[in-house]
């Protein structure tokens, strides 16, 4: 028999999954964070700071770069990065699980990629050491950034397959090196069959989401929908029907039997990239909050901004911020808030913000509701 909860409580099961609700856990850290979040997304825009700077920084409050970057990137070895939902960090204890796919990726190039000189060359190279794809010959041909030389695209295509691994970054340039050295040789050894990884990242994906319907369950690391009405039986799920939803959903066992985690919710700005709003359609059913990135879309067609971040404060979604820095000021080019009420909660987040990356004055200029504005500058002075 299915779990009923509320729309309210399936949102509550969400943001503690995400650790955004109750007091956090900064012994743990931001490796605490990694292993609770299970990935995190990698972009190459840097507005305030980093998307994955940002994603800590949500939850832990002002951490400082080399925390996160000895959390993702220290020595020895605790995370590698790996295509999840995207580009992401993920824990090193989760490699076993991404070997679906990386088969899958051995299966579509090996000796048919028609690169097996290049493929040759890189793992000789890296038999001597990690290296960036400029120290192994070069990343680019010389065009647009995608333009990649033949030995990066070598060099990626072994990521993919598991034979090279990225466990380091100099400069945000990945650093490359043999998994054989870099990956613990038990973990190594594990080679899983498809079935059992989709059990363990579908199983994963609920702990992260609280609770979820099989297409957010299949988005969280990019599986197919097949796979994941597969592995729901084998993974231990409970089946929840949320009001609202319309669908069925699934949760962890733990989720719906853990006490609610004593604290307050968090007030921040959010990444576009953070995993809380990955999914845009879920971001929409659990929080009536409509989410897209509009960095790629020509200037005159943004609705909302070029790097547009949520306000989140009290458990809900309340307001967009589009920031940017200009010396000392943090820049709100555009805000939209979602009534008076939040003009606290959003002063609060753009203060602690303005602290975090070195400045010491803030200044909005769009602001909707414009007869706002009164309120939001009494706020922030």
């Known amino acids: 028999m299915a779990v009923a909860l509320s729309a309210g409580e399936a949102r509550r099961l969400g943001l503690a999954a995400q650790g955004l609700l109750g007091a956090p856990d900064r012994r743990a850290g931001v490796e605490g964070v990694l292993v609770g979040l299970g990935a995190v997304q990698l972009d190459t825009i840097s507005v305030l700071a980093r998307s994955h700077e940002l994603v800590p920084y949500a939850r832990l409050g002002p951490v400082g770069r080399a925390p996160v970057e000895a959390a993702y990137w220290g020595r020895p070895p605790a995370a590698f990065e790996y295509w999840s939902h995207a580009a992401c960090v993920l824990p090193m204890e989760s490699w076993p699980w991404f ?77 490359y090196d043999l998994a054989e050295r870099a990956v613990p040789a038990a973990l190594l050894a594990q080679r899983p069959g498809d079935h059992e990884c989709a059990i363990a990242l579908v199983s994963a994906a609920a702990a992260r989401l609280g609770v979820a319907t099989r297409a957010d369950l299949a988005d969280h690391h990019r599986l197919r929908l097949a796979a994941v009405d597969a592995a729901i039986p084998d993974a231990g799920l409970v089946p929840v029907e949320v009001e609202g939803w319309g669908q069925p959903a699934w949760a962890h066992p733990a989720a719906v039997t853990a006490a609610p985690p004593p604290g307050r919710h968090r007030t921040t700005l959010l990444s576009p990239f953070d995993s809380l709003v990955w999914d845009r359609a879920r971001t929409e059913r659990v929080f009536g909050f409509t989410h897209r990135l509009e960095a790629y879309v020509p200037k005159p067609r943004r609705v909302h901004g070029y790097f547009t971040m949520p306000l989140l404060s009290g458990g809900r979604l309340v307001g967009r911020v589009d920031p940017a820095r200009e010396g000392g000021t943090l820049v709100a080019r555009q805000v939209s808030l979602a009534g008076a009420r939040w003009v606290p909660a959003l002063a609060r987040a753009l203060v602690e913000a303005a602290a975090w990356v070195g400045c010491d004055a803030v200044r909005v200029e769009r602001l909707a509701p414009e007869d706002l504005r009164p309120a939001v500058e009494h706020a922030l002075t």
């Open 99 to 175: 070997e679906a796919r990386r088969r899958a990726w051995r299966a579509r190039h090996g000796e048919r990629s028609g690169r097996v000189e290049a493929r040759a060359a890189v793992l000789a190279a890296l038999a001597d050491g990690p290296k960036t794809a400029t120290e192994l010959g070069g990343a680019k041909r010389g065009g647009p950034w995608w333009d990649w030389s033949e030995v990066k695209i070598a060099a990626e295509q072994l990521l993919s397959e598991g034979e090279v691994v990225c466990v380091e970054r100099r400069g945000w340039k990945r650093v």
